[in-house]
């Protein structure tokens, strides 16, 4: 049901965590290849970096709209908080920030999955010890105030989740679904959420709210949707918290298999 996906370019640009405030858009450096002892079965061609400032530990990518949008968890700053930080299609800065805090109150410190949908509109991820918490927002307000303080809609206590969430607008027959997937290699899911039931429990271990659950690759850190080919791609560390690689799986084969 798995099958490797290289296409992805843009997104590999933004699930890398660094450990200064200024975040490199390219994977793990060649020593990396030489000091792990694990060995790429791919190759990365006409490779391109980019330098993308204040985004502290940068935890992913999402295209909305002509637009990109990169988020991430600024540990060095205090009190610590994430930022979602804006750019037009050729990663150039448009000024637009979201500090994603109440006022001076920070609300979410480790984004992980920032999704849209037409109608329940956006939804992002939070992990923080190893606990994933769901907020539903509302985007223009955001934007608008560049911060969360009047755009907080609803949120979810991802509490069937194991280590952390990070949801991913999909469909499945006809359907609309949120996924998200557990970071880990101890029987890690993806688990794909019924959206309505979600928002009227407020915690996704209600009765209900999954709607669609199998068992995942290990150590996702995030996932991208491609709703033309029904398929969705797992980014994914080689070991925990090193390494890149993607799988990119029959969602519907997935869900009737019960494992990817």
Same mark, same amino acid.
């Given at each position: 049901?798995?099958?490797?996906?290289?296409?992805?370019?843009?997104?590999?640009?933004?699930?890398?965590?660094?450990?200064? %405030?200024?975040? +490199?858009?390219?994977? /793990?450096? #060649?020593?990396?290849?030489v000091?792990?002892?694990?060995? $790429?079965?791919?190759?990365?061609?006409?490779?391109?970096?980019?330098?993308?400032?204040?985004?502290? $530990?940068?935890?992913?990518?999402?295209?909305?709209?002509?637009?990109?949008? &990169?988020?991430?968890?600024?540990? !060095?700053?205090? #009190?610590?908080?994430?930022?979602?930080?804006?750019?037009?299609?050729d990663?150039?800065?448009?000024?637009?920030?979201?500090?994603l805090?109440?006022?001076?109150?920070?609300? &979410?410190?480790?984004?992980?999955?920032?999704?849209?949908?037409?109608?329940?509109g956006?939804?992002?991820?939070?992990? @923080?010890?190893?606990?994933?918490?769901?907020?539903?927002?509302?985007?223009?307000?955001a934007?608008?105030?560049?911060?969360?303080?009047?755009? @907080?809609?609803? @949120?979810?206590?991802d509490?069937?989740?194991?280590?952390g969430?990070?949801?991913?607008?999909?469909?499945? /027959?006809?359907? !609309?679904?949120?996924? %998200?997937?557990?970071?880990?290699?101890v029987?890690?899911?993806?688990?794909?959420? !019924? #959206?309505?039931?979600?928002?009227?429990? =407020?915690r996704?271990?209600?009765?209900?709210?999954?709607?669609?659950?199998?068992?995942?690759?290990?150590?996702?850190?995030?996932?991208?949707?491609?709703?033309?080919?029904?398929?969705?791609?797992?980014?994914? +560390?080689?070991?925990?918290?090193?390494?890149?690689?993607?799988?990119?799986?029959?969602?519907?084969g997935?869900?009737?298999?019960? =494992?990817?």
């Amino acid at each position: 049901m798995v099958s490797k996906s290289f296409g992805f370019l843009s997104l590999f640009l933004a699930i890398l965590v660094t450990q200064t %405030s200024v975040t +490199n858009t390219l994977a /793990d450096p #060649p020593r990396e290849s030489v000091t792990t002892g694990w060995s $790429a079965d791919s190759v990365l061609e006409d490779v391109k970096m980019r330098t993308m400032e204040g985004l502290g $530990a940068m935890q992913g990518v999402s295209f909305h709209e002509g637009k990109v949008y &990169l988020y991430g968890d600024c540990y !060095d700053v205090k #009190p610590r908080v994430g930022v979602i930080r804006e750019y037009s299609s050729d990663f150039q800065a448009t000024g637009r920030v979201i500090w994603l805090r109440n006022k001076d109150k920070p609300l &979410l410190r480790h984004p992980t999955g920032l999704t849209w949908h037409p109608h329940w509109g956006t939804f992002l991820g939070d992990t @923080v010890n190893r606990k994933g918490i769901i907020y539903r927002l509302d985007w223009q307000r955001a934007l608008e105030d560049g911060d969360l303080s009047r755009a @907080v809609l609803a @949120v979810v206590e991802d509490d069937a989740a194991v280590n952390g969430c990070r949801p991913e607008f999909v469909s499945l /027959d006809g359907k !609309d679904f949120l996924a %998200s997937a557990d970071y880990g290699n101890v029987r890690p899911e993806v688990r794909l959420y !019924d #959206p309505e039931k979600l928002l009227a429990a =407020r915690r996704t271990s209600a009765p209900g709210v999954i709607a669609h659950r199998f068992l995942a690759p290990s150590f996702s850190q995030n996932l991208h949707w491609d709703k033309d080919a029904k398929q969705l791609t797992c980014v994914m +560390n080689v070991i925990e918290g090193r390494g890149w690689r993607l799988e990119t799986l029959d969602l519907k084969g997935a869900v009737a298999d019960g =494992r990817a």
